[in-house]
């Protein structure tokens, strides 16, 4: 009798002690959601922005990038679910200047008055379509734009960048200003000294002349007093005609090139073809538009322009 009262007393303990751990577990679940609902809901076109932002909003936003990793920003279409997550967003971060076509008609089908728009590229300084550039393509200002967009690839200007979409923040969540403010510090320190110990490199050798696939390195070439030649131009069109191959073998002969460098969505047989004539490597260069911690992946691009000119 003793063991039947000994075992259903350990029953009883045991039930209790499941309901308490379920009754912690539903309060932990219900403090998860509630820091989850507290976060910041922010949008972005495609991966550069999306790095910025997290660079600054950190922990307090929560993340929905709308162009996928390997799709090009300019060729994008959005989806319905793309649309949907516009519409419950609070910030909506952009490159701008023509490199996301789509931007202006996503917006005039939003219905969300409280959306605070980032043109990240507001401020900024910035380089001119030259006119040959656009010749291939009929009205092409009217469908990019007339300035280069690929200004995240300048330390200097994606600074600017930055502090856009960190002002966006502090705007909707002015309670967290401190802790916006101290991660945007943080990555302006970092992006200066990484700029500091490439000005010095750059300066340090004659040539400044490399050759890529797609022209989309005009603000990183401003911002070193480097020059690029490429096969296609700042928006990835034109085609390599004979005539285009033919300038490029006689500018690599001429400038010594010894590496063309290709985007990592480029397709690699112009650029194949270029270094097979000129006795050059192909080695690949990022754009940022697929993932990647933005500091560390521009160090590697100046690393690898660096050495390629030395």
Sequence with gaps: MLKKITGIFAALVLCLSMAACNSQKDKSLEANNIDS???INVVVSFNPMKELAEAI??????MSVM????VEAHDFEPKPRDMEALNKAKVFVYNGLGMEGWVDGALKSVNNKSLELVDASKGANLIKIEKHEEEHKENS???HGEYDP????SIKEVKIQAKNIKEALIKVDEKNKDYYESNYNSFISKADDLFKEYETKFNSIANKNFVTGHAAFGYLCRDFNLSQNSVEDVFAEGEATAVKIKDLVEYCKKNNIKTIFMEEMASPKVSETLAKE???K???INTLENE??????MKQNYEKIYNSLK
């Design 282 to 284: 192909v080695e690949v």
């Design 37 to 39: 609902s507290s976060k």
């Design 292 to 297: 990647g911690d933005y500091l560390e992946t």
């Design 57 to 62: 909003g950190g922990d307090k936003i929560q």
């Design 278 to 280: 000129v006795g050059a």
């Design 141 to 143: 200002k009217e469908v």
């Design 67 to 70: 162009v996928p990793s390997g």
């Design 150 to 153: 690929h200004i995240w690839l």
